[in-house]
């Protein structure tokens, strides 16, 4: 029995993009909202993504996920709260045989000058195998300090589902709330996606604004096992994933062609949540054994070096809490400054290599302090590229840090 997994937070959660209009847009307002507003900048909040795999029976989610956009002027929280996930719902908004997620979205606006002037709740970008429904029995839309004017009921792949609200006596907070549900009517399609968005104007005292905060909500095979393992690539960080819930193993495929010795570094990064996850690192093979285990609680740095090249796989596994976590895999090799040489470009050279030459000599400096103390320095490397005009850049640090110091006290009789 599959279980449901609320996985991955694939964007940046309150870094916002402001995109001046260069001219005035003029906007009206859909059903009986009348009113022309003249826009004078819209700021667009980078979207979130929220990830959950498609269950095969009833059960309860209750998490939630929130897209906040602020400045000296205003705060917004907009977050969706799943509710429960029904298979084969008898009854409205389902045929009979039809998934259901109940889920429940609230945008909280406070303004320190002017006014909300109107909030707005969209669902769109819905893909062919699913339809939204907006409910409007009595409960299932608040509002505060705004009335609701129209409904857009039903939402599909060619039309939005909307719920639009207007102020009233011009608060400097609102607050909207709406029930929904989301059909899944392909019972063999794995993949389905709406995007629920935000959009609030908003008045300042000289001009009005809007701000589109938004969501997106897929169902997918979620990567807990070794088969469904999402691919990664060494040198990126991954970022905004999440941990929580049904959602306790993660697992991330790395394709190895040459043998080197990897790292993973691999933080708790919670920022919404009351807590961060607690969780441990696996690293398997390609044949799905353990080579390597990491059990910090919330911070990882460790090594291990693969012994066969294809693709290893990288476990998630949380022990407690939730919340979120970002992660890096990097290659590390050991050069060795050898003794035998090498010529560069016509100047010789000691090699850098990767391999041992089995002997090497060391230059040192012995100093002697006035109370007989003696320090001896093994000098430092520096490694510097020399190209073919005879142009020398270095690549170290421009200073030869000592490799080791030796400290011996003498006694005086």
Known sequence: MRKLNLKSWKTVLILSIIVPMSLFVGLRLSGTLHETLTISETIDVDRIVWSMNRPSHIITIGNWVENLYSDDSVFINFSICLGEYIENQLGWPSDGDDDVIHFTLSATINVSKGYVHSSIIRFSE??????????????????????????????????????????INEPNN??????AYLVLTDEIAMDHQILATNEIHLFNGTAYWRINIPIQLEVIVDNNNFNTADPIQTSITYSRLYLGGYDADDFYKLNIPVLKTMYIKANATSSMQPEKPYYEIYVYDPSHTQKAYSSAKYYHDFEFVPTVTGDWFIKFNLTAGHGFYSFYVGTRETFYFRSDTTTVNGLSANKLLTSQSGTAGYNTRTDTDPEGAITREYWGIRVFKRSSSGVETEITNSQADPVARVYQSCTQH
């Not at 409910?135 to 129209?150: C, P, R, V, Y």
């Not at 609102?174 to 029930?179: C, E, F, K, S, Y």
């Open 126 to 167: 819905i893909d062919a195998h699913s339809i939204v429904y907006v409910e409007t029995t009595k409960g299932a839309t608040f509002s505060s300090n705004l009335k609701i004017e129209q409904f857009g009921l039903i939402g599909t792949s060619s039309h939005d589902a909307y719920v639009n609200s207007l102020h």
């Open 174 to 179: 609102a607050l909207l709330t709406v029930r």
